[in-house]
């Protein structure tokens, strides 16, 4: 275990949040482990720092793309 880390867990409205996320967007596949941790960000306040661009369609979400200038 890393005594620094902090690694969120589904609150009691995780099911829901998700659920809205996936039927929202109409999402499948591999874009359903990128809404799981949008609503992770969603359900404690965080924001996403990631180089994928598939966050951006979660407008729910503060996405930061680590790529960018």
């Not at 690694?7 to 799981?36: K, W, Y």
């Not at 969603?42 to 979660?58: K, P, T, V, Y």
């Amino acid at each position: 275990t890393c005594d620094n880390a902090w690694i969120p867990q589904p609150t009691a409205n995780h099911a829901a949040v998700l659920a809205g996320l996936i039927t929202s967007a109409g999402l499948r596949g591999n874009l359903i482990a990128d809404a799981h941790l949008a609503a992770l960000a969603i359900e404690h306040g965080l924001q996403i720092c990631s180089a994928d661009s598939d966050f951006a369609r979660f407008s729910q979400v503060t996405w930061f793309n680590v790529l960018a200038p």
